[in-house]
């Protein structure tokens, strides 16, 4: 069975940085592109950032675009959310998800629907 | 950025009805590109359906997808207790990926 397991959030100040993990297990994990949704306190999802299978290829909200960077270790089945310069608009659990398959005759990489999902850390941005 | 707009915002049935979820896009979508998310209370979202009307693995048979287009729809023909939760459109054909704001789908 798939599975998906963020760490690393936490409380952190105002134009501080914090990384996320998310280990994968159960699936080919380099053959898959990865990505992060986060949910603010009592509201909808957001896309935040996507990655290929192989890590070349990278897609930004520009909500974070310049402050998040996304990555991955295929070595260690691990993805990663870099995020620098946090305001408190940045609040919220945040998800990593997986790219499931092409649902076209042809798909970019992130033109996927995220089809397993992990059970989410929170980040809390405040002084 | 394509938004999507869902309605209505609160759906009240009662256990073995019909329900009929909307989400209307800003400009067309490929419905290659279209899904939706049931997220219960605490959980994480689960994939329902994708490709607009294929279902996800394990998505019951009473749960079904249509649409094209700006118009998109989510049917669960007989409500089970288990189904009460908010559901979330999605396009991810067009970056930046958009969700809708969600409906709820509340005992009545």
């Known amino acids: 069975e798939v599975q998906l397991l963020e760490s690393g959030g936490g409380l952190v100040q105002p134009g501080g940085s914090l990384r996320l993990s998310c280990a994968a297990s159960?699936?080919?994990?380099?053959?898959?592109?990865m990505t992060w949704v986060r949910q603010a306190p009592g509201k909808g999802l957001e896309w935040v950032s996507s990655?290929?299978?192989?890590?070349?290829?990278?897609y930004y909200a520009d909500s974070v675009k310049g402050r998040f960077t996304i990555s991955r270790d295929n070595s260690k089945n691990t993805l990663y959310l870099q995020m620098n310069s946090l305001s408190a608009e940045d609040t919220a659990v945040y998800y990593c998800a997986k790219l499931g398959d092409c649902s076209s005759t042809s798909c970019y990489s992130w033109q996927r629907p995220f089809d397993y999902w992990g059970q989410g850390t929170l980040v809390t941005v405040s002084s | 950025e394509i938004m999507l707009t869902q309605s209505p915002g609160t759906l009240s049935l009662s256990p073995g009805e019909r329900a009929t979820l909307s989400c209307r896009a800003s400009?067309?979508?490929?419905?290659?590109?279209f899904a939706w998310y049931q997220q219960k209370p605490g959980q994480a979202p689960s994939l329902l359906i994708y490709g607009a009307s294929s279902r996800a693995t394990g998505t019951p048979d009473r749960f079904s997808g249509s649409g094209s287009g700006t118009d998109f729809t989510l049917t669960i023909s007989r409500l089970e207790p288990e189904d009460f939760a908010v559901y979330y459109c999605?396009?991810?054909?067009?970056?930046?990926?958009?969700f809708g704001q969600g409906t709820r789908l509340e005992i009545k």
């Open positions: 400009q067309s979508v490929s419905s290659s590109y």
């Open positions: 159960a699936f080919t994990f380099s053959g898959y592109g």
């Open positions: 990655i290929s299978g192989g890590g070349s290829s990278t």
């Open positions: 999605q396009q991810y054909g067009s970056s930046p990926i958009t």
